[in-house]
């Protein structure tokens, strides 16, 4: 994926730190909603980013670390279920992005206030220039970026949660409404990480 129109016009406005956003774990029955903030380098592209969606769990983590590396700045932020069940899922989502970009460091752990911001198909709720872009994932370098960052650092939640709740395989699911998943739920019952506002068909 080559650099967009947009990254180049807003680097030729002068915008010295433009954060890219994505999230993953939107429509998960369990499990937190995770958003990633990154500031790319625009120098340097690297080969093979593209939308998570569309790169094998292999690629992702290949890629995954070196984004890592090169990136300038990452900042993540998270949303739990009790908070998605009081307010929602898409302000809790809008609330993960927020603390993504209020998190942003670099490699010395200094905060990196970014002066513009490129976001998936949302809104932040803070005071920065913005755009959203519909399947930014797929158009924005930077927004592939984040969507691979996020979605590796979820995955490894995932295999976290997958331990500390057996026999729901959120390891494998990744708190996605499988019917494993389901069938898991009716039998056992919703554990802690379940978002009980998404499970009233299903109990």
């Not at 730190?17 to 993953?24: F, G, K, L």
């Not at 993504?100 to 200094?110: C, D, G, S």
């Not at 939640?157 to 997958?162: I, Q, S």
Request: aromatic letters at 6%; one cysteine or more.
């Amino acid at each position: 994926m080559k650099l967009t129109e947009i990254e180049r016009t807003l680097q030729n406005k002068g915008y010295k730190y433009i954060a890219c956003i994505d999230e993953v774990g939107r429509g998960c029955l369990a499990g937190d909603v995770v958003a990633c903030a990154i500031i790319m380098p625009i120098d340097e592209i690297i080969k093979g980013v593209k939308d998570s969606k569309k790169l094998s769990p292999k690629k992702r983590e290949k890629l995954y670390d070196i984004i890592i590396d090169n990136a300038i700045a990452i900042g993540i932020g998270q949303v739990g279920p009790k908070i998605i069940d009081e307010i929602n899922i898409k302000e809790s989502t809008r609330l993960a992005m927020k603390k993504a970009v209020l998190n942003l460091k670099n490699k010395n752990e200094q905060i990196i206030n970014p002066d513009y911001l490129l976001i998936d198909a949302e809104d932040v709720p803070i005071d920065i220039s913005q755009m959203s872009l519909i399947k930014g994932d797929e158009k924005v370098y930077g927004i592939s970026c984040a969507s691979i960052v996020a979605k590796v650092y979820r995955d490894r939640l995932c295999e976290k949660w997958g331990l500390m709740y057996k026999g729901y395989k959120l390891e494998k699911n990744k708190g996605y409404g499988t019917k494993e998943h389901r069938d898991a739920i009716k039998e056992i019952g919703a554990t802690p990480i379940h978002r009980m506002t998404f499970l009233g068909k299903i109990l």
